[in-house]
Structure formats: C-alpha cells, structure tokens
Nanobody, 129 residues
Framework: QVQLVESGGGLVQPGGSLRLSCAASGFTLDDYAIGWFRQAPGKEREGVACITRLSATTSHADSVKGRFTISRDRTKNTVTLQMNSLKPEDTAVYYC??????????????????????WGQGTQVTVSS
C-alpha cells in the first residue's frame, strides 16, 4: 500500500523556522517527482515546491523563493521542506505528493496539483506571535 506521511508542522513565531518531512511506505520516493503543497483556510491549495526524480531540478513558488528549500534524503527515503523566515501568510496545512513516472521526470517538475497521484494527509503549520 502506497502511503505518504508528513511531519514537522507546528506553531512558530514570525521569522522562525520549521522543517517538514515527507516519508513514504510502500514505495521509494527516489522513483518519483515530489511536490509540496499548502492550503490556507478559505483558499485553494497551491504548489509550494517540487523536486525532480533524480533531484536534478527544483522549483519554488515566488512567494517562498529564498525562504523555503525542498530536498531529498535518500538514506531516509524522505523529502524535506526547510522553511525559514516564516510569515503569518505561510499558515496553512502542508501536503506532500508524489507524481508517477513521466517523460522528462529527471529534468523538470511541476507544481500543478492535478498532476500528482499520491497524497499525504497533511500537517498544520501556524505562524503567529
């Protein structure tokens, strides 16, 4: 059974940092492009970052560029989202998702949620003083 589990969310003050982790069971994350998404109350889910199958390329939304970094830890079969300089507008439920093999998956990735096949349950991130 393919499962994705997010962890690392919580309450943090503005300017603080959190490190989210996406772990997989039933498959190897290295075989998939992985994306991080978030959904704030009353808003649509948006793509935050993605990483290609062989980690050759990453993509970050303009709203988080320079503050968030997506990366893989192959030894742990996880993908992390390091979030620094957090702002109240970063408050949301964060999800990781895996996209099955596609042509060019070691070259580019997309932050379009409709392209992803497997999803975790999400982890809450709250940025507040």
């Amino acid at each position: 059974q393919v499962q994705l589990v997010e962890s690392g969310g919580g309450l943090v003050q503005p300017g603080g940092s959190l490190r989210l982790s996406c772990a997989a069971s039933g498959f190897t994350l290295d075989d998939y492009a992985i994306g991080w998404f978030r959904q704030a109350p009353g808003k649509e889910r948006e793509g935050v970052a993605c990483i290609t199958r062989l980690s050759a390329t990453t993509s970050h939304a303009d709203s988080v560029k320079g503050r968030f970094t997506i990366s893989r830890d192959r030894t742990k079969n996880t993908v992390t989202l390091q979030m620094n300089s957090l702002k109240p507008e970063d408050t949301a439920v964060y999800y990781c998702a895996a996209r099955s093999r596609y042509l060019g998956d070691s070259v580019y990735c997309s932050r379009a949620q409709n392209l992803y096949d497997y999803w975790g349950q999400g982890t809450q991130v709250t940025v507040s003083s």
